[in-house]
């Protein structure tokens, strides 16, 4: 052995296990090969490629004490190559495994078959197997591995074997945030849903991966109308279904509803009018002869002329009574359906027979909104009388309009 090997030796063969795992303050990382500084355990500095105690220098003369006091660190050497290993005094030769997270804080632990899990990173013996572990972390999904050649897989588990050269391998997590949905004014539910990749929701909440998308869709209320959506991270306007995709953090999204109602407008009878049903109000929605409403609103209905029909008025719920075509409900404060009534028209008329000439007969009507010329009245089905101007004997006749042939003279 040359002279000077054992005070070499007493650098380099501090190594306690090859076949197992140190972890990353164990003296053995004292003999592990580096290139920055940053690759050697706490308290040890980057010596001539080799991982040292701050108060020690590897000197070139071997004839010189090993251990010296040093002011001044010496230069970083050039970067070993990426696949550098160490050559251990037995003929072994060691890897550094190390493991970190991205996307979350958490240790990653790394094992050689045989010894024990360590934080962060080990050193193997050449061509050994090693194991990486990634630990579930409240509130994140493990993803992947990703990192050197080798490192890939979806298990929080990743064996390699055959390990020649130093190797990091980085486990991947994602963020898990929440969208959830409420409602303000009246009792409904937002529905909440998500196509998104680990997606997990139930009723009005989903969680997913940060950045990931969630749509929000506001329940329909009768007596209600949806305003709007609020929150922060929520998009505005009056849509009732928006998508989310929170970043910062969970996301909370309030479905706005204000009181209203519904002014409904129909028509009775056979007449098929259609009542207009109007309304200048703000938010107002009309179609169909219906306008929903907020509370307060000033609402229109109009009932049209119907040719052989006469209008009767308005009835149904109180505010709707009136005989007028026009019906005005000042300040809505509830759901209201009115009815338009219509009456059919019928029209009566009278001839007479027998004497030369015949006379001519006048025809009236006991019905308020007769309208009778001559010898026919258009009434309502109601009683009806006529009379000959000028005949020997005459009858009244009193009878239903309906019925007006049968007692035709």
């Known amino acids: 052995m040359h002279p000077h090997s054992s005070r070499l030796l007493s650098v380099l063969a501090l190594v306690v296990t090859i076949a197992g795992c140190s972890g990353s303050r164990d003296e053995s990382i004292r003999s592990l090969r580096c290139r920055t500084d940053d690759e050697c355990p706490s308290g040890q500095l980057c010596r ?12 070139d003369d071997l004839d010189a004490s090993v251990e010296v006091d040093a002011t001044e660190p010496p230069p970083v050497p050039d970067a070993a190559p990426e696949d550098a290993v160490m050559s251990m005094p037995d003929g072994m030769i060691a890897v550094r495994a190390a493991g970190r997270t991205q996307g979350a804080n958490a240790t990653v632990e790394v094992s050689v078959v045989g010894g024990d899990f360590q934080p962060g990173a080990c050193t193997a013996a050449l061509g050994a197997t090693v194991t990486f572990r990634a630990p579930l972390v409240a509130g994140y999904r493990f993803v992947n591995w990703s990192g050197d050649t080798g490192c890939t897989g979806e298990s929080l588990e990743l064996v390699l074997s055959n390990v020649s050269a130093n190797i990091e391998c980085v486990a991947n997590y994602a963020w898990r945030l929440s969208v959830r949905g409420e409602v303000m004014g009246g009792s409904g539910a937002v529905a909440a849903a998500s196509s998104a990749f680990a997606a997990s929701c139930e009723g009005a909440r989903c969680e997913v991966d940060q950045g990931q998308p969630v749509s929000l869709k506001a329940p329909v209320q009768s007596g209600f109308r949806f305003q709007g959506w609020a929150g922060l991270g929520c998009p505005e306007g009056s849509a009732d279904s928006i998508e989310v995709k929170p970043q910062e953090g969970d996301v909370v999204c309030t479905a706005k509803f204000v009181p209203g109602f519904v002014i409904r407008g129909k028509s009775e009878g056979d007449s098929g009018a259609v009542v207009e049903v109007a309304s200048e109000a703000a938010f107002a929605q009309c179609k169909d002869s219906t306008c929903q409403v907020d509370a307060g609103s000033r609402v229109t209905l109009s009932a049209p002329d119907v040719a052989g029909f006469r209008f009767a008025g308005f009835g149904g719920d109180a505010p709707c009574l009136t005989t007028e075509h026009s019906l005005v409900i000042a300040s809505a404060d509830a759901d209201v359906e009115c009815v338009a009534i219509y009456v059919a028209r019928h029209q009566v008329s009278g001839s007479a027979t027998g004497p030369t000439p015949a006379p001519a007969l006048q025809a009236s009507s ?16 109601t009683v009806v009388r006529t009379a000959p101007q000028r005949v020997n004997s005459f009858h009244d006749l009193l009878h239903s309009a309906a019925n007006f042939d049968r007692y035709r003279q």
Request: proline share 4%; hydrophobic share 30%; net charge negative.
């Open 48 to 59: 001539e490629e080799l991982c040292t105690e701050e108060d020690t220098v590897i000197t």
């Open 366 to 381: 006991l019905d308020t909104y007769a309208t009778c010329a001559g010898s026919a009245c258009t009434v309502d089905p």
